[in-house]
C-alpha cells in the first residue's frame, strides 16, 4: 500500500495476526509470530527469497512428549563485509538466539544468547549499518539498547546508554513509551510522554556518536491525547517528518493507525491517509523505495 491508501502489491499466504514486518535494501522480512516463521520477498519483482515454516516442532529431552519453541523476538538485516550476508535473527523466550542466512536454506542456527534479557514488549529491533539494536529492560520507559553484529554472530557486552541522561528525572518519570527506529540511515528514540502531564508529547532523538552513547534531541512533537505513539519513518527532502501515528490508547485493542506529516517550521501534523479499519492487527511499516511506496 502506498501512502495515498491505495493498494500497489499483493503477496499470498503471509498474512495472520501477530505479523512483524521489517525491511532492508528493498527487501521485506515478514515473520509469523511467536511460531518463528519467516518469509523474505523482492517486492519488485515478486520473488519470494527465502521461506521458513511457521511450525517447527522440537523433540524434549526432559519430558515424553514434543514441544514448538515460543519466539517472541524478531530482527532482520545485511552484514558488513566480507560477507555482506542478509541474515535473519529471533530470540526465545528460553533466553537462546539463532541466526538464519539469506542463501543457506532455512536452516536456524543456535548462537550465542543475549548478555541481558530481551522483553518481548519493547517493539521490533532495528537494524542499522551491520548491527541490529535491541531495546533492553522490563519497564516500557528503559531506554538501554544491546547491540548484535551480524557479520561476527556476537553480542556487544556492554548496553547503549540511552538519551535518560539528558533528561532531568521528573521529566523521565513522565515517559509512558520508548521505542527505536531507524530515521534516514540513522539510529532513532522516541519517548513518548503520556503520564503526569498535560502537555503530551512525543520527543525524538538522534544517536550520533555510538562509542560514546551521544544522543542529540531533534524534534519535540505535542501528541492529541487520543495518540499513544509517533514512529519516525522518513525525513522527507523539504524538511517534513513523515510519521507513522498510532491513536488509541488502549493498546490491546488500538483503533487506528495513521500516516501524518509533520512540519518543524509551524509544528503542526497533517494526515496523509488513514489505513482501513480492518487492517489495523495485521499491517507493518516498511520502507520501500518504488515511487515513493511505504
Known sequence: MDMNGNVVRVFKGMGGSGI???S???LICITGGSSGGAHVLDPTTGKMLMFCSKIEVRAHDKYPYIVTPYFSTFGFGRATSPSSAYKAVRLSDAGACEVLTL?????????????????SNRGSPVSIRGVIYFLVGKELFHDSLLCFDLESEQWEKQPIEGPRKLVPDEEWKKTSLVRVTELNGDLCMIQSLLQMTVNPRATIWLLINLGSSTWMKMYTIKMAPSTCLYTPLMLRDDGKLLLHCTTGC???DVESLVLQLYDPSTETCSDVTKMPQN???RIGICRWSLNSHV
Not at 103 to 119: A, E, F, I, S, Y
Open 250 to 252: 488502549n493498546y490491546d
Open 279 to 281: 487492517f489495523i492487527k
Open 103 to 119: 542463501g543457506d536454506g532455512p536452516r536456524w542456527r543456535l548462537t550465542h544468547p543475549p548478555p541481558r534479557v530481551v522483553p
Open 24 to 26: 532492508v535494501d528493498g
Open 20 to 22: 512483524v514486518c521489517t
